[in-house]
């Protein structure tokens, strides 16, 4: 374990590793006036460039797209002592284990950028129920009959997989904004959202059965990668959409193919798709264009919640180079270190 400031000593110097697009520089700021040198790149970076660009960083502010590996940390590890990442799903960008054992806190965003990811993740459910993107362009709707015509929304049963902040957040837009029925599943029951929103509680299958369109907003971990499978996406009813603004790996690109083709999912929306490595993502693309709504993980980046995020992730390394803890901190480093 590497040694820790005293208590309330000052950062003295070093430099801070900042990566990720949109991001406003005078939020930094706070960290110039600390002494310490801020060096921005907006490019992603490649698992040895990062190795390169940590070299001698007392901090890293991780907006960006790049790996945190287990390899990259260690690398770093006689001088890094934090990773302030953009968000709260860090799992699948930094080796948040690898980290506790080096010493190296690792800090999330809780709450930042709730407002933003539900009112997307709202707003894509609409362009999917109403059948918006096939319509770009058109002078006339070209329907052939009147089955080809969009329900409103509030005659759709949602299923929410996920009731943390964000998912409380769709549910309660959906209800008080448009009086849509929603069911949700978790792995804790939410008696308080259930009461106050009016929602109900099912088990997963359950939920994806009766749900004409089914929300994933879960973090990606070991348990919940894969987690809507084909007895899950087979559930579903003919017809149903898939929304998943969370992470691309909850969904199994098998199934969903399977789901596709059988006419069970008549559009999927996602935002950030798998990676090119995935043969199944290559399929998916090929095969139902036009029923899948894809966008490049955007959901969070509006101007309010970047700065929120950055402001926070700001705090964070801040006390951590100065206290050397931070309240936001992930895993079991998530404790003063200090008695």
């Given at each position: 374990?590497?040694?820790?400031p ?13 990566t990720?697009?949109?991001i406003d ?5 706070p ?19 990062l190795?390169?660009e ?22 770093a590890?006689k ?6 990442f ?9 080796d948040?284990?690898?980290?506790d054992?080096?010493g190296?806190a ?15 993740t709202?707003?894509?459910?609409v ?9 770009l362009g ?5 329907w052939q ?5 969009p329900?409103?929304?509030?005659a759709r ?17 959906l ?17 308080d959202?259930?009461?106050?929103l ?10 994806a ?5 089914l ?13 809507v499978d084909?007895?899950?996406?087979g ?20 199934a969903?193919?399977?789901?596709l083709e ?27 264009p ?22 926070q992730?700001?705090k ?11 309240e ?8 003063p270190?200090f008695?």
């Open positions: 374990m590497q040694p820790w005293a208590a309330g000593a000052a950062p003295k110097g070093g430099t801070v590793l900042v990720g697009a949109g520089m005078a939020l930094l700021e960290l110039a006036r600390q002494g310490l040198t801020v060096r921005r790149l907006a490019s992603s970076l490649t698992e040895d460039q190795v390169r940590l070299r001698g960083a007392v901090a890293y502010l991780h907006g960006g797209e790049e790996r945190a590996s287990a390899r990259v940390l260690r690398e590890r001088t890094l002592k934090v990773v302030a953009l968000g709260v799903g860090y799992e699948n960008f930094v948040a284990a690898a980290a054992r080096l190296i690792v800090t999330s965003t809780p709450g930042a950028a709730t407002d933003a990811v539900a009112t997307f709202v707003a894509q459910i362009n999917a129920n109403l059948g918006i993107p096939r319509h058109a002078r006339v709707p070209g009959g009147s089955d080809e015509l329900h409103e929304l509030a049963s949602v299923g929410i997989i996920g009731m943390g902040a964000n998912g409380r957040r769709i549910a309660e837009i209800r008080r904004g448009f009086g849509v029925r929603v069911s949700y599943y978790s792995r804790t029951r939410r008696p959202a259930e009461r106050d009016g929602i109900s509680y099912l088990p997963l299958l359950d939920l059965a009766g749900s004409d369109i929300v994933v907003m879960v973090p990606e971990t070991g348990e919940t990668r894969s987690m084909s007895s899950v996406i559930r579903m009813p003919e017809g149903a959409i898939l929304v998943n603004t969370a992470r691309p790996a909850i969904v199994s690109p098998g969903l193919y399977t789901g059988k006419g069970r999912v008549s559009m999927a929306v996602f935002d950030g798709f798998y990676g090119p490595e995935c043969k199944e993502a290559i399929e998916l693309r090929r095969d139902f036009e029923r899948l709504l894809v966008t490049g993980h955007i959901a969070s980046h509006t101007v309010e919640a970047m700065d929120r995020m950055v402001r992730a700001v964070s390394i801040e006390n951590v180079l100065t206290y050397g803890w931070d936001h901190e992930v895993g079991s480093r998530s404790r270190r008695r």
